[in-house]
């Protein structure tokens, strides 16, 4: 007896959007700590750091030389993506996570984008659900009004 137990044997996904990362930090910090102009540079600098299962969150970026991961270091770690969101605002750090979640501070102004020559492609955001043989229509009504959604805001449409 043999069991298929790789996550694709037991669900469903479809692609509902994308977005890219963000790499920011306050005018108060660069004015403190200087402003980095490649990626070698953040090691330099406070990184606050995205924890998952507590370990920080990699950090991709696209280089000349191929893609690297940079492994943010600094004083502020957490999980919850607002609170690290709230320490960038406060001048504690560097941060880099999903662009949606900067965009507003960076259109006001509060937030710097950086690095953005080392942008990696934006990544998929897919809606998924235990596979069966129907999906229920209530599932896939709300699928397609998150798709819809996704796709009339530019920092969360498929490109």
Avoid at 48 to 70: C, K, N, Q, T, Y
Avoid at 82 to 90: G, K, T
Avoid at 116 to 135: D, H, K, M, Q, Y
Wanted: charged share 20%; proline share 9%.
């Amino acid at each position: 007896m043999s069991c298929d137990c790789s996550f694709a044997s037991w669900r469903q996904a479809t692609r509902i959007g994308s977005t890219q990362y963000a790499t920011v930090a306050s005018p108060a910090y660069l004015a403190r700590a200087g402003t980095p102009s490649s990626i070698e540079d953040l090691s330099r600098h406070a990184c606050i750091a995205m924890m998952s299962r507590d370990v920080p969150r990699l950090w991709p970026f696209a280089a000349p030389h191929g893609d690297v991961e940079h492994v943010p270091m600094g004083p502020v770690r957490s999980n919850d993506a607002e609170y690290v969101r709230a320490a960038v605002l406060a001048g504690l750090g560097i941060g880099h996570n999903a662009g949606w979640l900067y965009a507003r501070d960076v259109e006001a102004g509060l937030l710097v984008p950086l690095l953005e020559t080392f942008r990696p492609a934006p990544f998929p955001i897919s809606a998924v659900w235990p596979g069966s043989r129907r999906l229920p229509a209530r599932t896939r009504v709300f699928v397609d009004f998150l798709a819809e959604t996704f796709a009339a805001d530019p920092l969360l449409a498929i490109r």
